[in-house]
Each structure stands twice: as structure tokens, then as C-alpha cells.
């Protein structure tokens, strides 16, 4: 099971590095996890090479809370016209809400190792 983070439409993983999957959603995903915003900045692994097993190589972004503002950073992707795109920001609330309404997802769902979910903070 991977997570497929997206910003505007975009698959920020694959745009990132084709080479990576998202990490399993129940682990990025859970309530207090590391995609939830703290004032202090941190780093959260959200992706990693895919092989049989998971590679060396990892995709990371940093995530802080400034004010009502959550800022990915870290980020290296080309947007929608082609200039990288290296910080996104979310509406606080908005993306509380993303993140919970994924999560509650992940609990109807059977835990089923060869299937995906989403997630769209």
C-alpha cells in the first residue's frame, strides 16, 4: 500500500523521483503522525525507492506550522509550467481536514498489503 501525495492535481512523488513509491499511508497518515504541522520543523521521509524491498534512496519534505499556514519545504518537482517547485502552503484547517478525512479512510479499509491509497492534504 503506498500513498500518493498530490498539490494542485500534481503526484508530487512521481514528479519528484519516478524511481519512488509513498511510503504505507497508516504511517504517514495516522493521528499525531509525521505529516501532521508543528510551530518546530520536521523532516518526514515520504517516499522511498521501489524494488522487491524498499531502496536507500528516500524522498523527504519538511513540515512546519507557520501561523495558520502548513509549509511543505524541501521540495524539488516541476510544476504545472515546468518551473520546480520547491515550497507549497496549506490553509491550516483545510489541510487538518485533508489529512483526518484520509485517515478515517485507511480504517474502513481491510489492511490488504497489494492495494494503494490516496491522500491529498
Not at 504505507?24 to 509525521?34: A, I, K, S, T
Not at 518537482?77 to 478515517?104: H, I, M, N, T, W
Request: glycine share 10%; hydrophobic share 35%.
Amino acid at each position: 500500500m503506498h500513498t500518493y501525495l498530490f498539490v494542485d492535481g500534481l503526484d508530487v512523488v512521481a514528479r519528484s523521483d519516478s524511481r519512488m513509491a509513498g511510503l504505507d499511508p497508516r504511517r504517514l497518515l495516522r493521528p499525531g503522525g509525521p505529516l501532521c504541522p508543528a510551530d518546530t520543523p520536521c523532516e518526514v521521509v515520504v517516499a522511498a525507492e521501489e524494488r522487491p524491498e524498499p531502496g536507500p534512496g528516500r524522498l523527504t519534505i519538511r513540515v512546519r506550522l507557520r501561523g495558520e499556514t502548513v509549509v511543505w519545504s524541501g521540495l524539488m518537482y516541476p510544476g504545472l509550467d515546468g518551473r520546480p517547485v520547491e515550497e507549497v502552503r496549506f490553509r491550516l484547517e483545510q489541510y487538518l481536514g485533508e489529512v483526518g478525512r484520509a485517515s478515517a479512510a485507511l480504517k474502513e479499509q481491510p489492511r490488504n498489503r497489494d492495494s494503494a491509497s490516496s491522500a491529498a492534504p
